[in-house]
């Protein structure tokens, strides 16, 4: 009898113990971004996980970019980040140095993840004091989008390849620019009676001093300058070495000088350059590659991509790539770390890279990319892929966010055309030393 009932016994504990596994309840993860374009491809990825990981539900939260990072930095002091969310650089120095992100170096070795299979300098700038805090999940690069109808109503051949920029006439680059920029009686500013008060088309839109990452810092690279910092967390400001000032002054005489863009007031007030560009009001915009899916889906007119002109030292673009990073404080990083591992791996990227809305990280799914967006376009979209060949150091420092609001401040006036870009960088490197200490 007593061995029935030991028996029995072992059974219902059995049971018991089944019973409350099958009952445990789903983990909750919160998953945050802030692109509707890449939406559907997120959804997609996000579906397969939870189809392979039944005990963890994911709610994606989608707020815009703007509200994005408002929610993320109050949500540091209220401890209500998301378990996983999209981070980017000009961010992740101030949300790292506050202790917000989870260093992911233990999952990575203790899960052997083969980082070898990214972009390494992606990989580099997701890193703070030898930790690594994201995986890129894609990267972006900078062209030149251009309405073929305004160069075929203007008369003029599409930019080649080859085109160029320098600071002492603006070389082909301006030229092509001035042909661009029309005035209500067809005339353009190249031409005897053009009226530069009541233009309808400029050349390019876009330029303005927070367009850091399209524009400027491009322009800097290009002209033989360092960049903002001598280093990444660096304490020495460099944008005042004379090549980086010359490179500032010549995208801030586009507007000012050349007359070929929008003034920052009439680009602020009216629209944004992106949307004057779909408004047909500007003929060519300096674009991340980010941008495709809404010119696809926006744009009436033909157009396509060109490269950044090339400088004096060449053609530089700023590349970057997104990463998802980790809450500190989330109450389940096991779970956390296999949603972003997952996110960030093969199989997720390719599922992501076969909707054709942003280039994989995993340089082996380029060809997936593409074929997805071969019926898509632009015709040239390799000249993005082209402009990974030589690119910038973005500047990463724990106090970015305060040293990008001085820079923003002093360069929009002068290209407004209050005052020069030397006088603009004397008064950012007066303003910016508290916080490079």
């Known amino acids: 009898m007593k061995k029935v009932t030991s028996i ?10 089944f019973s409350t596994v099958w009952a445990a309840p789903k983990v909750n993860l919160r998953y945050a971004l802030w692109d509707t374009n890449q939406l559907p491809a997120m959804e997609a990825s996000i579906k397969e996980f939870m189809k392979q990981n039944p005990n963890i539900e994911v709610t994606i939260e989608l707020t815009e970019w703007n509200d994005y990072w408002t929610k993320m930095t109050t949500g540091v002091a209220a401890r209500t980040l998301p378990d996983v969310f999209w981070g980017h650089l000009a961010y992740f120095s101030g949300l790292v ?10 999952y990575i070795q203790k899960d052997k993840l083969d980082l070898s299979i990214y972009y390494q300098s992606l990989l580099e700038n997701w890193k703070y004091q030898g930790k690594q805090y994201g995986i890129p999940k894609d990267w972006d690069t900078i062209c030149i989008m251009y309405n073929k109808d305004a160069f075929d109503q203007a008369g003029i051949p599409y930019p080649s390849a080859d085109w160029s920029w320098n600071p002492r006439n603006g070389g082909e680059f301006v030229q092509v620019l001035q042909k661009l920029t029309i005035d209500q009686n067809g005339k353009n500013c190249t031409e005897k009676g053009f009226d530069k008060n009541k233009i309808v088309q400029y050349g390019i839109g876009g330029l303005a001093a927070s367009e850091m990452q399209t524009g400027w810092l491009n322009f800097v690279w290009m002209n033989g300058g360092h960049g903002v ?3 990444p967390y660096g304490n020495k400001f460099v944008l005042d070495d ?24 009439l680009q602020g007030t009216s629209a944004s350059g992106w949307e004057l560009f779909v408004a047909g009001r500007v003929a060519t915009i300096p674009v991340g590659s980010w941008q495709l899916s809404a010119a696809r889906d926006n744009l009436t007119f033909n157009w396509d991509v060109i490269p950044l002109p090339k400088g004096p030292a060449g053609r530089y673009s700023c590349f970057n790539g997104l990463a998802h990073n980790i809450y500190a404080r989330t109450k389940h990083p096991e779970e956390a770390w296999k949603l972003a591992k997952w996110m960030d791996g093969y199989e997720s990227q390719k599922i992501i890279s076969e909707y054709g809305v942003v280039f994989p990280a995993i340089s082996s799914l380029i060809d997936v990319y593409l074929e997805a967006t071969k019926e898509k376009g ?8 082209d402009a990974t060949a030589q690119t910038g150091q973005w500047p990463m420092h724990v106090n970015w966010a305060q040293i990008f609001d001085i820079i923003q401040r002093e360069y929009e006036l002068a290209i407004a055309g209050e005052y ?3 006088e603009a960088v004397e008064l950012i490197k007066d303003q910016v030393g508290s916080f490079l200490r």
Do not use: C, H, R, W
Request: charged residues 20%; proline residues 9%; negative net charge.
């Open 8 to 17: 029995f016994t072992v059974i219902l504990i059995t049971l018991v113990l």
């Open 97 to 106: 140095s506050k202790g917000a992100l989870l260093d992911l170096t233990p």
């Open 229 to 231: 910092l001598d280093q």
């Open 242 to 265: 004379p090549k980086s000032v010359e490179g500032m002054q010549f995208y801030a005489d586009l507007v000012s000088k050349y007359g070929v863009a929008p003034t920052p007031e």
């Open 378 to 385: 632009p015709d040239n979209i390799e000249y993005f892929i």
């Open 420 to 422: 020069s870009a030397k």
